[in-house]
C-alpha cells in the first residue's frame, strides 16, 4: 500500500547540452534541494453590474512555466563548471627540465613568473651565468606556481634578469574556463525514494534552462553549496517538461 505522505531521498544525476546537442549523464551528485514549483496565472472577470459590482463571475488559472531550484552540495569539476557557466577542460603537463637557460626579468618584492609550474629544482644564476645565487637568502621560490621573487636583502640587483635552469614535474587535473556560455541547458534525473514506503519515486525534467542562484565563495569558511535555479522547457516530441514516476516496487 502506498504512504499517504512523502520524505524524500535521492541520487542527482545531470546531463548538459552542447551545441544543442544532449552530452552524457554523469553523477550521482549529492543535492540537498531538488524542488519544482509549478505556477499559473489567474484570470479574473470582474462585474460592474449594479448589484454584483466587484464579484467575480468568472476564473480561469492560465498555467505559467513551472521554475526548479537545486542545491548541490557535491562540488566537482562538472558542477563547478555548470555554476560558473564554463567549460571544463583537461590539464595537464608533463615533467621536463629546462635545457636552455630561461631569462627572467625581476624586481625585487616581486613574483616573477616561469613558463612551468610544480618547480622541483632551479639553479638561479646572474644574466652572464657566472654568478650563481642562493635560495632563501637571494630568492624565494614558490614551486606550485613557478614564480620567483628576488630579496632586497640578497645578492641579485633590482630590476635584474636572471638565467634560471631546473626541473618542473608533471601536473594533470581540470581547468576551468568561466563564462564562456551564455546560457547552461541542462537534463536532471533524480533517482529517488520514498522513506514513508521505501518505493522508488523517479524524477525527470527533460531540458531546464538555468542562471546561478548564488555567487560561489573560493573562500568560504564552511562548505560550499552551488544553487542552481531555472525554467523548465518541453522540447520537441515532449508534451510535459518533466515527469514524476512512482513505482510500485
Known sequence: MAAR?????????????????????????????????????????????RTTYGQI????AIPKPASLNVDLVEVNKETLAIALFGTA??????????????ALVTKHGE???LPKGAVSSLVVKDATETTTYVDGQDYIVNS????????????????????????????????????????????FVLHGKN???????????????LSADQAFDFLKNDFNTV??????????????????AMRNA
Open 5 to 49: 505522505g512523502f520524505i524524500g531521498a535521492g541520487d542527482l544525476y545531470i546531463a548538459r547540452y552542447a551545441s544543442g546537442v544532449l552530452q552524457g549523464m554523469v553523477g550521482p551528485y549529492e543535492s540537498t534541494k531538488f524542488e519544482i514549483k509549478p505556477a499559473s496565472d489567474l484570470k479574473e472577470l470582474v462585474s460592474r453590474g
Open 144 to 187: 606550485e606556481m613557478g614564480w620567483v621573487k628576488t630579496l632586497s636583502t640578497g645578492a641579485i640587483a633590482a630590476s635584474a634578469t636572471l638565467k634560471v635552469t631546473g626541473a618542473y614535474g608533471a601536473i594533470s587535473g581540470t581547468e576551468i574556463s568561466g563564462m564562456t556560455d551564455s546560457q547552461v541547458r541542462v537534463q
Open 57 to 60: 463571475v468568472e476564473t480561469v
Open 227 to 244: 544553487g542552481l535555479k531555472g525554467q523548465m522547457k518541453t522540447p520537441s516530441g515532449y508534451l510535459t517538461p518533466f515527469t514524476v
Open 111 to 113: 613574483w616573477a613568473a
Open 89 to 102: 577542460a583537461v590539464l595537464t603537463q608533463t615533467s621536463g627540465t629546462w635545457a636552455t637557460a630561461v
Open 195 to 209: 522513506f514513508a514506503d521505501d518505493l522508488p519515486v523517479i524524477v525527470t525534467v527533460y531540458e531546464a534552462l
